[in-house]
């Protein structure tokens, strides 16, 4: 396919749409399905039939879950849409009865609240818009569109050229300028690379990877091509967690599609370049989500992680050089390229460019997925986006980063979300998952519901991880039981050192965090729960046991 | 098993451990440097001609100036490097790591047929555990004693794999692996199945002189009684993986 004919196809797509007096659009993402979802999908096709002035179709993930399952209807001629919440299938007569006459009262859902109007989408720009199951949804919003002509008339240091301008940074958690990781592996020589788009989102409460591939995964196609292009790689692998049938379904049907229309495959856009992505299945291992642990599970091997160096852009997948990138850097990568890196760059702070997709979960009122730019306050998103804590309960603390992030009490509300202040603080960026606690969580259980997390995940590969997770959660949970002392909360505090020092994985090097971030913040929570709080702390060293 | 790099492209390197300057070929880790000059550091997964595993985190050492931890045993000399192997904070953390070891699992050296002979029970003298401030586990695994002549006492395991690496890659049979996850990680022969019904063992026995602890031990043998030889090892490497 080449670009005049992508365009075409684009134009045709759009004007077709056009025909349309109305269009209403069901989310069909996983959380409003769980809400029914597809029976008010179900209903509103069977009531309108074959009419072609009404559209019906599946959407993607429109973000304010809370509310789901969310219907959004648009007229054409007139930008604005009306959003309705809590659709069930019945209302779908009342719901076509009232298509360009007034809005429905009881189900209107306004989006002229913060948690619209404050949002900023760039990777979520198609989602709740767009089918995810149609190709020509997407390419009629521009996609595709940074593929073909970066095949056509860019070469692989201009795209790399385009990527370091944005100063993307790895949406993992890490943090990595994903300009220089991709550098990397284009520095390598050999003929074989490989380009993997790590999907298997484990943190506990985070939904962001999965609304992107259910939402638009064509976004993330296009992504790892033109990441292949840049590095030199001829073969792509998605790594996707078995937990999240629906993306499967999804990414699989997007690849079939791309393939279809040349997309994907030999000779794309008749140059030299050629490019296939495989899906490979997570069988419920959050290890598999450290990229050594996911390398050696496609591979077929046992997913645990080996010593880094080598990394994988020097000796990767069966020991060729791989790029391995997060589900949401991959996402940013099309309207990076469309739109210029400088474009991309002026968003966010100085160091941390570009939006963030964060899954609010816990007690706050706006439960969903929200986009934000970088450098936007905690208290921002977690009163203003996300509503407050329900119930007039007072906020206590918001946790980023899931088992290897930390709890931020009210004091940090006022910092900017970047990487690098999310660190000083005691916490992490993350992935995105963003847990708000009340006043009715303990802070001890919160530590030990993480550690048991880390536990039950630890591969057993290295001592300090799966001894010392073990450990550390059985001090917790004596804590938390009233029963600690002194010296347990000691030597707590040793295993923390040791563990995050001494492990062979970010996954045991960062389980003490929630532990070190709830001592750090909430360390009379922790004493109070002593038995012998009154007394003075005794040694760590006391003997307790002979050998 | 770290490839070594062909005779024209090694170049030496210089460095200093515990401030001692010592030379290195580029494609030496600091452990095996380490070794060559007679500094000692603790370890316990790693095995002279077997594949580089990294998991018992006892052979990490410190980077001077930045403080930097890293694995000496996957972790290659480099020019102008400054590795301090013993430092306090070192000494803490093994001692720490040696303490969940013995915690993990039944460790009673009294009984024990490698008590005298035993590289945990060295590992504890040398990072000076006299006793252990973490609770012990006391959970009981089960002993396999199906084997004709050899019995696996899944109390005493340390999980250094050293098994399942020279079954691979020295004999080539294969039949040990790990199953479970976590505190449930285990050694296993075949799929599962006992010792004595594996159709991929050959009875070498290799496994066993490897053993660091009295996991893996021949039948017949008492307290103390186990000894072991592990020489054939550097031979029978060299020849595996002669280009």
Known sequence: ?547 | MMKQATASQIRVVTLKINDRDVTAREDETILQVARENGIRIPSLCYVEGLSVWGACRLCMVEFAGDHRLVAACSTRAAEGMEVLTHTDRLRRYRRMIVELLFAERNHVCAVCVSNGRCELQNLATECGVDHVRVPYRTAVYHVDASHDWFRVDHNRCVLCTRCVRVCDEIEGAHTWDLMGRGMNCQVITDLHKPWGESKSCTGCGKCVQLCPTGALVRHGTSAGEMERDADFLPYLSRMRHAE
């Open chain 1, 1 to 547: 396919m080449q670009l005049d004919e992508l365009n075409e196809l684009a134009t045709k797509v759009q004007q077709a749409q056009q025909a349309c007096d109305h269009v209403v659009r069901v989310c069909m993402a996983a959380s409003c399905q769980s809400s029914g979802a597809a029976a008010v999908l179900e209903s509103l096709r069977s009531k309108t039939g074959d009419c072609q002035h009404v559209c019906v179709h599946g959407a993607g993930c429109m973000g304010l879950c809370a509310a789901g399952p969310l219907v959004e209807v648009s007229q054409r001629g007139r930008a604005e849409t009306v959003l309705y919440q809590h659709v069930t299938a019945d209302d779908a007569d009342d719901l076509l009865a009232h298509l360009g006459g007034p809005v429905i009262q009881r189900l209107h859902c306004p989006t002229d609240i913060p948690f619209f109007a404050r949002q900023q989408k760039i990777v979520l720009e198609n989602s709740g818009i767009i089918d995810p199951e149609q190709i020509d949804h997407y390419i009629a919003a521009e996609g595709y569109q940074a593929l073909v002509t970066a095949l056509t008339e860019m070469s692989p240091a201009e795209v790399l050229r385009e990527v370091d301008a944005s100063g993307l940074r790895g949406r993992g958690g890490g943090g990595y300028p994903a300009a220089l990781k991709w550098a990397t592996v284009a520095k390598m020589p050999g003929e074989q690379k490989f380009v993997i788009c790590n999907a298997d989102e484990g943190d506990p409460g985070a939904f962001m990877d999965r609304a992107v591939l259910e939402s638009d995964p064509h976004r993330v196609i296009e992504g790892m091509a033109l990441a292949a292009y840049a590095v030199g790689a001829s073969h792509g692998f998605v790594y996707v967690r078995a937990e999240y049938p629906l993306a499967i379904e999804r990414l699989t049907t997007a690849i079939r599609q791309a393939t279809k229309y040349g997309l994907l495959g030999s000779n794309i856009c008749d140059t030299r370049f050629s490019f296939d992505i495989e899906i490979r299945l997570g069988a419920g291992a959050f290890v598999c989500g450290e990229e050594t642990a996911l390398m050696a599970s496609i591979e077929g091997g046992r997913g645990q992680p080996r010593p880094r160096p080598p990394y994988p852009a020097q000796s990767g997948l069966w020991g060729y050089p791989t790029l391995i990138n997060n589900v949401e850097t991959l996402a940013n990568i099309p309207p990076i390229l469309r739109r210029g890196g400088a474009w991309f760059a002026t968003i966010g702070t100085e160091k941390s460019k570009g939006t963030k997709v964060f899954a609010l979960a816990g007690r706050i009122c706006n439960t969903g997925l929200i986009e934000v730019p970088m450098g936007i306050t905690l208290r921002d998103i977690v009163f203003t986006i996300g509503g407050g804590v329900p119930d007039a309960a007072r906020f206590k603390a918001v946790q980023t980063g899931g088992p290897s992030g930390g709890c931020l009490p009210e004091q940090f509300l006022d910092l900017p979300v970047d990487y690098d202040t999310l660190r000083q603080v005691g916490s992490i960026m993350g992935s995105g998952g963003m847990i708000v606690m009340d006043q009715t969580s303990s802070m001890v259980d919160v530590a030990r519901y993480f550690m048991e997390f880390c536990m039950d995940e630890s591969c057993g590969k290295c001592i300090p991880c799966r001894a010392g997770t073990h450990q550390m959660h059985e001090l917790l949970a004596k804590i938390a039981r009233g029963q600690g002392t002194c010296r347990d909360l000691a030597l707590l505090e040793e295993l923390c050192e040791v563990v995050s020092a001494m492990s062979l994985c970010g996954l045991g090097q960062t389980a003490p965090n929630p532990v070190l971030s709830t001592l750090r913040h909430f360390r009379e929570e922790y004493l109070v729960k002593l038995q012998d709080r009154d007394t003075a702390a005794a040694p760590v060293d006391a003997p307790e046991t002979a050998s």
